[in-house]
């Protein structure tokens, strides 16, 4: 069987087919990304509207390009899976329309997928893929969360931020140091030239006993050191963007391993674009090489957002028994969709 996955939540148009049987991991046939960063730039964060005509523009090339990488035609699809939220709403209806119309054109069912899932997921495409149940550590520009995981749909919320995600920690730092959006990826570059205990900056919540983060406080310190820099700030920059990593992978470390600890769990599970960072991974292999718990992240390309990611997770759930309806066209998205209330597979549409 064929999904074809569409990801349109934000700025990153992203399309993949995955061939799925009836047992074993589903597997990536190809996969295609436009990314709309270098358009967004110029304004230092994502414009919605812009993001939605670009969706518009690259989401039927990039099918056209996947199903060709894959030798194969529209004929060959079986389902057509979309990101339903969370997310931009203009943006998402994109996504969602043009699945629906294929799908609707094709006489093929549709399945609305959670983005999250999707990240949650990802690792599951990796060459090392993990075995329920996980903790799972969901780490995006939107989300900071720690999750037990059982099964698919199977997802218990243990704790998340209560303000700014991991992935904002480290942009709005960034933006603030004078680099370039989205500032995650740019700060752990000039990281790598610093000292992480140049400046003493906070880890708030790091002893609050549960797994809840908090980094508004964070971004505020930094803003503080970088006033009371000045002019001394571009020599020191290096310096500043390796102690804000230092206080943002240090608290991602320590409530994982509470979580892992709190469940007796022997396994994590990293997803998310912040995934993607080379200090987190480098302390999260250290700390469960300890522990004895195996970790799993996504390949590194696959961390942010992509079609895969929703071509996987439609595929899982399909192969978990949930059946995609064929008779029903209209859509609708959920720009805020918490992710543990998805439950486990059960027929979406009525
Ligand atoms: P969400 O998935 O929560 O809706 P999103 O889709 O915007 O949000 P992702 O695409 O998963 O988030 O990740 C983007 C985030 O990952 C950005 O905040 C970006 O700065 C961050 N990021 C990407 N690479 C790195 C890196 N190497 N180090 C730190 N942060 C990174
Ligand atoms: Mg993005
Ligand atoms: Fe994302």
Redesign the pocket.
């Known amino acids: 069987m064929f999904v074809l996955g569409i990801e349109s ?4 148009t992203g399309v993949a087919l995955v061939e799925s049987g009836a047992s074993g991991l589903p597997r990536l046939a190809a996969h295609a990304l436009h990314s709309q960063i270098a358009m967004h730039q110029a304004y230092g964060g994502v414009v919605p509207e812009l993001a939605s005509r670009d969706h518009i523009r690259r989401v039927l090339p990039l099918a056209q390009q996947v199903l060709s990488e894959a030798g194969h035609g529209l004929g060959d699809i079986d389902v057509v899976a979309y990101t339903r939220g ?2 931009l709403a203009g943006a998402l209806l994109v996504g969602a329309g043009v699945a629906c119309a294929l799908g609707a054109a094709l006489g093929k069912p549709v399945l609305g997928v959670h ?2 899932e999707g ?1 949650l997921l990802s690792p599951f495409l990796s060459a090392d893929p993990p075995e329920f149940p996980f903790v799972a550590l969901l ?5 900071t969360q720690l999750m037990r995981v059982d099964g698919v749909g199977r997802y218990e919320l243990l704790g998340e931020t209560i303000d700014d ?4 920690a ?2 709005k730092s ?1 933006k603030l140091m004078g680099l370039p959006y ?4 740019w ?2 570059k000039l990281a790598e030239q610093g000292d992480a205990a140049a400046f003493k900056l906070p880890r708030p919540l790091l002893h609050s006993g549960d797994l809840d983060f908090s980094f508004a406080g964070l971004k505020t310190a930094v803003l503080t050191q970088a006033r009371k820099l000045g002019d001394a700030l571009e020599s020191r920059k290096a310096d500043l963007a390796a102690s804000t ?1 230092a206080a943002i992978v240090d608290v991602l470390l320590k409530k994982s391993m509470a979580a892992l600890e709190q469940s007796g769990l022997k396994r994590l599970v990293v997803a ?3 995934g ?3 200090e ?1 991974r480098h302390q999260l292999d250290a700390a469960c090489a300890k522990r004895g718990v195996r970790v799993h992240y996504p390949e590194l390309h696959l ?3 992509n079609g895969a990611m929703i071509a996987m997770a439609a595929a899982m759930r399909l192969q978990s028994g949930l059946q995609a309806a064929t008779d029903r066209y209209a859509f609708d998205v959920k720009p805020r969709w918490p992710l543990a209330s998805l439950g486990a597979p059960e027929p979406q549409f009525g």
């Open positions: 939540s934000c700025d990153e969370p997310g983005h999250l990240h780490v995006s520009g939107g989300h995600a991991a992935g904002e480290f942009d960034a989205p500032g995650g990826p700060l752990a990593q998310g674009g912040v993607a960072n080379h987190l961390c942010t957002d």
